[in-house]
């Protein structure tokens, strides 16, 4: 029999339940992913032809679920047990796993958990060493806790009266075991990944995708499509939400990297601090400080005012950022409408005088969209989107919008909204008349200075490539899923393949799919 008994002490992966501080941040189903990724590492680097490795596991109903999933990492031969966890806190399941330990015939007991992915073999034989002149010995995490805790023996004062999962949580249980004069040793200070900053200076969360956090905004004519379409958690009950900013780097909204080696950190620190990395060297050159796309989901419940957005030769004299965007339809009620440009015979005087008789909603020229359809949106041109309409809107990375006219309702606090009009006048291109939904050329969409769009279409049951290697994009799942490095992506869902990253760019769909790729032009 082994003399060395190794505890891990792990949950069943439920949404919900696991890394839950995470999980606060980047979501429950990534955070579920995460730790799947860090019991595996855990398993693979313990010392499984030493030690009889028992696995402390909840719930109780749950074990042969747990045995199934950690099936595979147990190799030939291990002397493996398994142990339900006892009520209550984590002390009394910490004694309560050394007694058991103990009844085993062991005389040297090791507790870990499963929130330290460099924890690895030496360190086990470093605090087996220490060990045998020591009565306890503690593997200090940098959160002030610790990920290990080697024993000889019954010592249940160490989990006593002890703050868990504090800062002062190592402090404590060092001071509880001077109280007894048991000789304590320390091995080197690791890393717990226990919130989003744990994870950027850690390479197990390795990922050659980015994901972001989209960033949710009220607006009067927004809705709850995103929660009942795409099953994304809004943040308030029953508010409308006009737009999900998936892609952003601005001082009021910044996209933050949940996932990998850059989890953590802003779009804006990846432009800054990782551009050739993240974007490739054609970014280098790009002479702005944040990143030049801004990417959005809108759900249209109602309409939106009819606006226009500055043209680049006007925006300095307004004192303002110009926009040019385009609008990919994902989801159209059937008379949905899009009011685009001027209808025939429209004048600039005729607009004027429109605006005095509050005839501007008659003047506009309305277009019937369809799923799968865009249309390209340069600055200047009199635009406005109509109920029932949920779109993908890349654009410049601008937020400048003069209002012309919002069909005479009132906004989110029960005033009248602000117009824009002399702004307005001094940019609406009035010989844009009767525009038309923009043709595709084969797969290209929008080739222009700001952007560039491709649409994908992968088969059902077939795969495509969605980027060349060495080529930074976005990707935005329109219709279907599919698979990339193992993970799924469905409609609705945003990820950026970095320049850096190997592979990623190769993808298959079951049911098939439509995606759409922005590159910097």
Not at 494 to 517: H, Q
Request: aromatic share 8%.
């Amino acid at each position: 029999m082994h003399n060395h008994a190794v505890v891990v002490f792990l949950k069943n992966p439920v949404s919900g339940t696991v890394k839950t501080r995470l999980a606060a941040d980047i979501g429950n189903d990534e955070a579920v992913r995460i730790y799947r990724k860090l019991v595996a590492a855990t398993l693979e680097n313990l010392p499984w032809q030493e030690a009889r490795i028992i696995i402390a596991f909840s719930p109780c109903s749950e074990e042969q679920a747990i045995r199934a999933w950690l099936a595979p990492f147990v190799p030939p031969g291990a002397t493996i047990a398994f142990l339900a966890q006892v009520d209550g806190d984590l002390g009394q399941r910490m004694a309560a796993a050394v007694a058991e330990s103990v009844d085993l015939g062991h005389s040297s007991i090791t507790l870990v958990g499963t929130d330290c992915p460099e924890l690895s073999l030496p360190h086990y034989h470093a605090a087996w060493d220490k060990l045998i002149d020591h009565d306890a010995v503690f593997g200090p995490a940098w959160d002030g806790g610790y990920y290990l805790l080697a024993l000889k023996g019954m010592t249940p004062y160490l989990f006593e009266g002890i703050p868990w999962s504090a800062s002062n949580t190592l402090d404590e249980s060092l001071t509880a075991a001077g109280r007894k004069h048991l000789r304590t040793a320390l091995l080197e200070p690791l890393r717990d990944i226990d919130t989003i900053a744990d994870l950027t200076d850690t390479h197990i969360m390795d990922d050659s995708l980015i994901l972001l956090a989209p960033i949710y905004q009220e607006r009067v004519w927004g809705g709850r499509t995103l929660e009942t379409l795409y099953g994304r958690t809004l943040p308030e009950p029953e508010t409308p939400y006009g737009e999900s900013w998936e892609v952003v780097d601005r001082e009021e909204a910044q996209s933050i990297v949940t996932n990998g080696p850059f989890a953590g950190k802003s779009l804006n620190d990846l432009w800054q601090k990782h551009r050739e990395e993240a974007f490739g060297p054609t970014a280098v050159a790009w002479e702005c400080d944040q990143f030049p796309i801004l990417v959005k989901i809108l759900d249209a419940r109602d309409k939106l005012s009819i606006q226009v957005h500055p043209p680049a030769d006007i925006a300095p004299s307004l004192h303002d950022e110009p926009k040019t965007e385009m609008w990919y339809i994902v989801d159209a009620d059937p008379d949905a409408k899009l009011y685009v440009g001027l209808k025939e015979g429209v004048t600039r005087d005729a607009f004027e005088r429109g605006l005095d008789q509050g005839a501007t909603a008659s003047q506009v020229h309305a277009l019937s969209p369809k799923a799968g359809e865009f249309i390209f949106i340069p600055s200047g041109r009199l635009h406005a989107i109509g109920a029932g309409l949920l779109i993908f809107e890349i654009q410049q990375n601008s937020d400048t919008t003069y209002r012309v006219f919002d069909w005479n309702r009132m906004g989110l606090d029960g005033n009248p909204r602000q117009l824009h009009i002399e702004e307005s006048m001094k940019c609406i291109d009035f010989a844009d008349v009767a525009p038309t939904m923009t043709p595709a050329q084969g797969e290209l969409l929008v080739d222009c200075e700001y952007f560039n769009v491709q649409i994908k279409t992968i088969p059902q049951g077939g795969s495509g490539t969605i980027a060349s290697n060495g080529e930074f994009a976005i990707a935005a799942v329109a219709a279907g899923s599919i698979e990339v490095d193992g993970r799924i992506f469905s409609n609705g869902d945003f990820f950026l393949i970095p320049a850096c990253a190997d592979g990623c760019r190769s993808v298959t769909s079951a049911p098939g799919a439509d995606v759409l790729i922005t590159r910097l032009p």
